[in-house]
């Protein structure tokens, strides 16, 4: 069996203990709670060994005892930050993933540096796995098979991320509709002074028609739910296509 990396043995709580030397003045999760605390007051740029562990009053060598590195903080923190998963109660398959993937993108919307943290750090904690599970739960009984449901719930997770990134980069997180409208017209008219017709034939048209002037619809989440859609729809014809 594979060793576990330092990192995801701590996270699981498989440290090997020892009981000899003073009791430790830290743990795991106060560091990653301070580190979290940085990141959503300051964003991630200023998450630093320095200031995590100024922050719970100790030197920052104190720190290494706990995570090997910055790396492994980061590792942590993109899985304590993550709250449980939504209960599916009653819920149909297809109702269920689109609430997980809702509250999944709502979610990297309400912690924007857990963006930069996703693409990079794959599940390994508790937090966020438990999370794959309950929709690999929610596709028990469809008749997929299991590589079948864990790329289904692959991809929600990475539409979650996409759309996230992209409504976050247009500055419309957590902003006023009027305001997310502004982000997104604004998007559309240096599309449409850049792009050459001869080039970039069929995206330059439907600029220049006004596809994001008027974005209320787009700004209101509609454009998250038409993509949600086809995703969920792609996958009830794949439960539905006969067995070949």
Known sequence: MAELPPVVARMWDREPTTRRGPRPRLDLATITTAA???????????????????????????LYRYVGSKDELLTVMADSAVPPPPERGNLSWRAYLATWTRLNRDLLLSRPWLLDLRQSTPPMGPRRLLWLDRALDALSGTGLDDGQKFNAATVLTGYALTDATLTHALGAGGEEPAARAKGAAEYGEILTEVLDPATYPALSAMMRSGLLR?????????????GLDLLLDGIEALIARPAR
């Open 36 to 62: 979290i605390e940085i990141a959503d007051a300051e964003g991630l740029a200023a998450v630093s060994m320095g200031n995590v562990a100024a922050r719970v009053g100790v030197a920052p060598m104190a």
């Open 214 to 226: 008027d974005s209320t619809g787009w700004t209101e989440d509609a454009d998250f739910r038409f």
